[in-house]
């Protein structure tokens, strides 16, 4: 990838290594990690060089009568300007800076105290964009957005402090093709979403095919958000029992569920910590009522949680499980858990994510079979 803001703006960090050189970087680093816990070869997925991120968001930069993109600096001391993203898909591309001219060319109904602008995008050609502002929005702003989604062929919402404004739809529906079927996915604005699809659909295949090694069973998964991994890999267990602790995430999952037309997934509004409290017997949830979590028989957990890591009671409460599917968005927290986890268990294969090009973020996974 080649940009013209390399170097000033502050979102690309590796902008001098070209992607070959920081895909062996991240992967050494990755591998260096994980050495004590696993002496296998490292996989390694990478990702499009351009043009890979489905969801971002700019800064909006008022100079004079005028308004521009901006991302922080390099420096992180400041923000710069820019005329170019080219990371994100060309869904979002082809649309933000119409966008842009489109407020520059409003006096003052779309520009006026507007601060920030995100997207949101798919891979179906897709687009929701959020506009937020520190004022509040009236029926002047309404039809002016409502011009600006026929414009745009897109979705366009407008937020301001505790207030939003929808004009027609607060999601994406997404389509992705993962280990030879199609699935659904409906992603809302204010839900977590992975960044990166042709990424994030190899990540998902990596765990399918950790499943087909399980043969069967129950299967739990702790932070399932809309239901990303949990969709795809339901097909290899007989129930499943997924918790998210985000209200929207789980309306989301839920609806994805429907979608899809799955029926032996139970989803449960939890925390990790909740999850582990109930699984362990220590206390009774409302939000749990009409699940019979005795009637589970876990043969294999996925985890994939926030850069904190895994806390000590849920590690104690997979390390009983005989399969462990661990996807990690920080290696350095990865590796402290395995340090408890492989007490019990064996890491059997390990997986690294280039879900973020030309910066030092990467994510990661491991399959950890219980020891005998």
């Known amino acids: 990838m080649i940009c013209k803001h390399f170097g000033s703006c502050g979102s690309c960090t590796l902008y001098a290594l070209d992607y070959a050189a920081q895909l062996e970087q991240k992967t050494q680093r990755v591998g260096t990690l994980l050495s004590p816990f696993y002496q296998g070869e490292l996989e390694v997925f990478d990702s499009p060089d351009s043009h890979y991120r489905a969801r971002a968001e700019f800064r909006i930069w008022h100079e004079g009568e005028r308004c521009d993109y901006a991302m922080g600096n390099m420096a992180r001391n400041g923000a710069v300007t820019i005329t170019e993203c080219p990371k994100v898909i060309v869904p979002i591309e082809k649309r933000m800076w119409r966008l842009l001219e489109a407020i520059n060319a ?4 779309l520009k006026h105290k507007l601060f920030a602008v995100e997207f949101l995008a798919t891979t179906t050609d897709e687009c929701l964009i959020t506009m937020l502002y520190h004022r509040k929005l009236d029926a002047v702003w309404q039809e002016e957005a409502k011009v600006l989604e026929r414009l745009l062929d897109a979705k366009i919402m407008g937020r301001s402090r505790r207030q ?32 990166n699809p042709t990424v994030n659909v190899k990540m998902i295949e990596w765990a399918i095919a950790q499943a087909k090694r399980t043969g069967g069973g129950d299967f739990l998964e702790a932070y399932c958000g809309l239901g990303n991994f949990t969709l795809p890999l339901s097909r290899y267990f007989n129930k499943v029992l997924a918790t998210e602790i985000s209200k929207r995430s789980i309306h989301a999952a839920l609806e994805n569920c429907k979608l899809n037309g799955i029926e032996n997934i139970t989803f449960a509004r939890l925390s990790s910590e909740e999850m582990t409290e109930a699984l362990n017997g220590v206390r009774e949830f409302s939000r749990l009522k009409g699940i019979d979590l005795a009637s589970y ?16 009671a849920t590690i104690g409460l997979i390390s009983k499980i005989e399969h462990i599917i661990y996807i990690s968005c920080n290696p350095q927290t990865l590796a402290r858990d395995l340090e408890t986890l492989t007490k019990t268990h064996t890491v059997v294969e390990a997986a690294m994510f280039d879900q973020f090009p030309h910066t030092e973020h990467v994510e990661s996974g491991v399959m950890l079979e219980k020891r005998n």
């Not at 409003?106 to 109904?109: H, K, L, N, Q």
């Not at 028989?297 to 000590?312: I, M, N, Q, W």
């Open 106 to 109: 409003s006096p003052e109904v």
């Open 297 to 312: 028989d876990f043969s294999t957990v996925l985890v994939d949680p926030p850069r904190a890591g895994l806390d000590e």
């Open 164 to 195: 939003k404004v929808v004009l027609s739809d607060e999601f994406v529906t997404e389509k992705l093709d993962i280990d030879g079927r199609t699935y659904t996915y409906v992603e809302y604005e204010s839900g977590f979403t992975q960044p």
